[in-house]
């Protein structure tokens, strides 16, 4: 006989997605050395993305299957000029999900207020280095007091607590991670550092380049106490975190590559083009624009996203021979 999957969003191994990122956009207004080149890349042609009703109608699907938390990226996200009623569209579904966003912070202190008054609930931002010369050869533009700001407002608006996402990189900016850590300690910002990923256009990221989550802790360390919180407290959380010299405050480390959490993973991706991806490091993907636009019903865009969700493998597979590195880099892919 057939097997017979259950409902929701289950995979062979006994996960079960309710955590939705949507890329609503591939575009972005920062040119990060280790995310693409300098020039950019080629964005999507506006009629390939997802028009807004479309987008709901996807996300109003997945919430009917289980999602309870919708997690909005880019690219950058808040290039999209509708982002605000995007945001107020999801907080209508029924049962109403969390409401996430990751942001590079440009453009968040004319947007913090609307998009919490449209239902927003929660925002992160990536932020590698507060150097503000470093900063702007990091990401080849000089927007460090902007992302300052766009903090400021996320915070007065009360999208707290407002997580701030860090890569530490070895030669480029491994040197100041306590620095960014007291800073963000000092404006209440709840600070997540992440071990970089081979998720770069150029496919140039190499392993010996990476700082892994054992220095980060070694180095932050160096300065300040940290005292690990209890891993019964992480859930499906990726970082592991820590009280720093005895909290309240606390630090993550999210070693996705050293230490991977893909058992315990309850992800699934949208791409801003409509494709379903069951992981992000996933080989391949399903369309649901085509489908959708071909006038497929909800039941039958529901059935494409379970059978791809039963198709996750196991682990990302960083590390191990036949490991290949997506096509789509992480902005087109979302966070």
């Known amino acids: 006989m057939p097997q017979v999957r259950p409902t929701g969003l289950p995979d062979t191994f006994g996960r079960v997605a309710t955590d939705l990122r949507v890329s609503v ?20 042609p506006k009629p390939e993305m997802l028009s807004d009703a479309e987008l709901l109608r996807v996300i109003g699907i997945f919430v009917g299957l289980g999602v309870r938390q919708v997690r909005l990226t880019g690219g950058e996200p808040l290039l999209r000029r509708s982002l605000v009623e995007v945001v107020a569209g999801i907080a209508q579904m029924s049962p109403r999900p969390q409401i996430a966003m990751t942001t590079n912070g440009v453009g968040l202190d004319r947007l913090a207020a609307p998009l919490a008054d449209a239902g927003l609930d929660r925002v992160n931002v990536s932020l590698d280095t507060i150097d503000p010369a470093e900063f702007q050869v990091l990401t080849r533009r000089d927007r460090f007091a902007d992302v300052e700001k766009g903090l400021k407002a996320a915070a007065n608006a009360g999208l707290t607590p407002v997580k701030v996402n860090a890569v530490a990189m070895r ?10 850590l007291q800073w963000c300690l000092d404006r209440g910002y709840s600070l997540r550092f992440i071990e970089q990923m081979p998720l770069d256009a150029q496919h140039s990221w190499e392993r010996t380049e990476m700082v892994t989550a054992d220095e980060l802790r070694q180095r932050l360390s160096e300065r300040f106490t940290l005292t690990p919180l209890p891993s019964a407290e992480r859930g499906s959380a990726p970082a592991e975190l820590f009280l720093v010299n005895g909290g309240p405050q606390t630090v993550g480390v999210i070693a996705s590559v050293t230490a991977p959490f893909c058992a315990a993973c309850d992800r699934v991706r949208l791409t801003a083009d409509g494709q379903v991806r069951n992981c992000l490091f996933a080989q391949g993907e399903v369309d649901l624009r085509g489908p959708l636009r071909d006038g497929a019903s909800d039941e039958e865009l529901a059935e494409l996203v379970r059978g ?27 966070g």
């Open 171 to 180: 030669g480029v900016n491994d040197h100041s991670v306590a620095d960014v």
């Open 308 to 334: 791809e969700m039963w198709r996750k493998a196991r682990g990302h597979g960083i590390g191990k021979p036949d490991f290949h590195q997506p096509d789509r880099p992480m902005s087109a892919i979302g």
């Open 25 to 44: 956009t591939d575009r972005c207004n920062l040119r990060c050395t280790y995310c693409m080149p300098a020039e950019g890349l080629p964005w999507l």
